[in-house]
């Protein structure tokens, strides 16, 4: 649906049961949207009626679409240079190979696409998108051997050049694209997503990067909706349901140890995936039902491992930002296969905790997060 600047709905997809979008690509002066989900829809911005689909999917460079095929069964699949109003063909690119679910990076004023290699020697394959003409990226040879690459806006990429050693965060630089230019470089930091807006990084902390000016954002427990620098708003999907809007004020970031009391542990075969809600009876695990009370919360790893126990080793919190995160220590699953039931302990929390946070859950020891770890919780402690 299209809001007005009041919140009011002007128009609404008119076959919203029949497919649900998972993100969305803007085409502003073309006034055209692009829904993309199990297909991909062209949609009128103004109206929101269909003007195409396709079971392609669309990398946005200016006002064209550089449409590929992220889902086909015999990859490569096709690349086009299409018009975003009609999807009609402007130019095809057969030479350039996308493998499957691989999103390609276009550089259109330096005839340069890249995508993630399928070798064993490299990691991305450079690809003149004119096959007639040069690469004229200036510093093309070093950029062959980067592990990972993040477009971002303002002419910046974020670049690694490391792997893995001895399990810490290789490090990361923001480069100026038409130059090369080393702006900053973050040491133990890796960009786990990369957008126009900004890009995530994670490390000991996970923290937003503003490519602008290379300042640090604030850091979240999951994958950011919506960032503007430039308004100051974070928008963050909560596991509970719904979106935490968040938005920047004067303040001093701290975050802080605080004591918290283990109540009970048990096992809740209805809990799925991790989740972080009130100990206010209306949990849907039985084991823990009498365990509820004021300022208490449930926390459950879900079913990804297959573990029947794990340990909460610390509690910090950080009053300026309202996030409270809780360190969770696993124990080694038993099998490769998902758990029978969740493992979920009830914790009690001091007073001085009372109000809304938001939270999330990190590994300790710092491992890479597993993946019910990208998730947030909205709680309000009473």
Avoid at 82 to 92: E, I, M, Q, V
Avoid at 184 to 208: C, H, I, K, S
Wanted: glycine share 8%; proline share 7%.
């Amino acid at each position: 649906m299209r809001l007005d600047a009041a919140g009011g709905v002007v128009a609404q997809q008119s076959d919203a049961s029949e497919f649900t979008p998972t993100h969305l690509v803007l085409f502003e002066d073309s006034g055209v949207v692009v829904a993309e989900g199990s297909w991909t829809r062209g949609l009128d911005l103004r109206t929101l009626e269909t003007l195409w689909k396709t079971d392609s999917e669309c990398v946005a460079v200016a006002d064209l679409c550089y449409a590929y095929q992220p889902f086909t069964t015999s990859p490569p699949g096709t690349f086009d240079e299409r018009d975003p109003r009609t999807f009609s063909l402007l130019r095809s690119l057969p030479h350039v190979k996308v493998g499957q679910l691989m999103t390609p990076m276009i550089l259109r004023d330096w005839n340069l696409a890249i995508v993630r290699s399928n070798s064993s020697d490299h990691w991305f394959d450079f690809f003149a998108l004119d096959p007639g003409a040069p690469i004229t990226l200036p510093w093309i040879d070093r950029l062959r051997g980067a592990r990972s690459i993040g477009l971002l806006s303002g002419g910046r990429a974020i670049v690694s050049y490391e792997g893995w050693q001895n399990g810490r965060f290789p490090a990361s630089e923001l480069t100026d694209i038409s130059t090369g230019r080393v702006i900053a470089r973050y040491e133990d930091r890796l960009p786990v997503v990369a957008t126009a807006a900004a890009t995530f990084l994670t490390g000991a902390v996970t923290q937003l990067l503003d490519p602008q000016n290379s300042s640090l954002g604030p850091g979240l427990p999951t994958l950011p909706l919506y960032v503007s620098f430039e308004k100051g708003i974070v928008v963050v999907p909560l596991g509970n349901g719904g979106a935490a809007v968040l938005q920047r004020e004067a303040g001093q970031s701290s975050e802080q140890t605080v004591a918290f009391t283990s109540i009970a542990v048990g096992a809740c075969p209805a809990i799925d995936f991790t989740r972080v809600q009130l100990a206010d009876g209306t949990a849907d695990c039985p084991a823990l039902a009498a365990a509820h009370g004021a300022r208490r919360i449930l926390v459950s790893t879900g079913k990804e491992r297959d573990i029947d126990r794990f340990e909460i080793t610390a509690v910090t919190a950080d009053a300026a930002s309202r996030r409270l995160t809780i360190r969770v220590r696993l124990d080694e699953p038993r099998s490769p296969s998902a758990a029978q039931t969740a493992p979920a302990q009830v914790i009690e929390l001091p007073e001085s905790l009372a109000g809304r946070w938001l939270v999330g859950l990190e590994p300790d020891p710092q491992i890479p997060r597993p993946f019910g770890f990208w998730t947030a919780f909205a709680i309000d402690l009473r």
